[in-house]
């Protein structure tokens, strides 16, 4: 089981806004940065964010991440049929066993 | 651009032993350099999450595995051949999954900014 909690699904029609959140604690979200991870179906997980909020060249902007306090949310604005994937968060948690974690993860459908 | 090849998939036996590659291209896994490059792999069991099995820092060859996997897996990069290895031993039938390697870069946190195509292993007697 992940420390990282994410909704398990989210959708919305498209053109409309889907907001993903990403709940850890104090070891690893509150006092490490976040990434974003985009996993459409039968391929590889692609970067999204990172540091919380800066997109890699080529991520459109309509994809922006936040963080605030022990928690992270990712937004997609303008929502294309083409975003229909899984979307995972992933942290440092620097707990005794220090380890990197990534989230549950969310579906995200397009209705 | 920064690529990773994986080699193929892969069948087992309970008990065996698995022996998974990752070749890069695109920049040097030896380079030293602020941003710390390192590899991930990273699983994904039929219809599951990701989960991260642990990372191998390629300049010097430093690992940090995750505890449930400790004493079973072990991660080494060949610096001539500029590949990464992830090496699973008394494989269970739930180590069935898809492997990934990911290229883990350092900004203010960690991230995965490129991955491998996955890698199939399938155990089963």
């Known amino acids: 089981q992940s420390v990282l909690t994410q909704p398990p699904s989210v959708s919305a029609a498209p053109g409309q806004k889907v907001t993903i959140s990403c709940s850890g604690s104090?070891?690893?979200?509150?006092?490490?940065?976040v990434s974003w991870y985009q996993q459409l179906p039968g391929t590889a997980p692609k970067l999204l964010i990172y540091?919380?909020?800066k997109r890699p060249s080529g991520i459109p902007d309509r994809f922006s991440g936040s963080k605030s306090g022990t928690s992270a949310t990712l937004d997609i604005t303008g929502l294309q049929t083409g975003d229909e994937a899984d979307y995972y968060c992933?942290?440092?948690?620097?707990?005794?066993?220090?380890?990197?974690?990534f989230g549950t993860g969310t579906k995200v459908t397009v209705l | 651009q920064v690529q990773l090849v994986q080699s193929g998939p892969e069948v087992k036996k309970p008990g065996a032993s698995v022996k998974v590659s990752c070749k890069a291209s695109?920049?040097?896994?030896?380079?030293?350099?602020?941003?710390?490059?390192?590899i991930s792999w990273v699983r994904q069991a039929p219809g599951q999450g990701l989960e991260w099995m642990g990372w191998?820092?390629?300049?010097?060859?430093?690992?940090n595995y995750a505890q449930r996997l400790q004493g079973r897996v072990t991660m080494t990069t060949d610096t001539s051949t500029n590949t990464a290895y992830m090496e699973l031993r008394s494989l269970r039938s739930d180590d069935t999954a898809v492997y990934y390697c990911?290229?883990?870069?350092?900004?203010?946190?960690?991230?995965?900014?490129?991955w491998g195509q996955g890698t199939l292993v399938t155990v089963s007697s």
């Open positions: 540091d919380n909020n």
């Open positions: 191998i820092t390629t300049f010097n060859g430093n690992t």
């Open positions: 990911a290229r883990r870069m350092l900004s203010g946190g960690y991230y995965h900014d490129s």
């Open positions: 104090g070891s690893n979200i509150g006092n490490n940065y």
């Open positions: 695109g920049y040097t896994l030896s380079t030293y350099t602020f941003t710390s490059f390192g």
């Open positions: 992933g942290t440092w948690d620097a707990s005794v066993t220090a380890f990197y974690v």
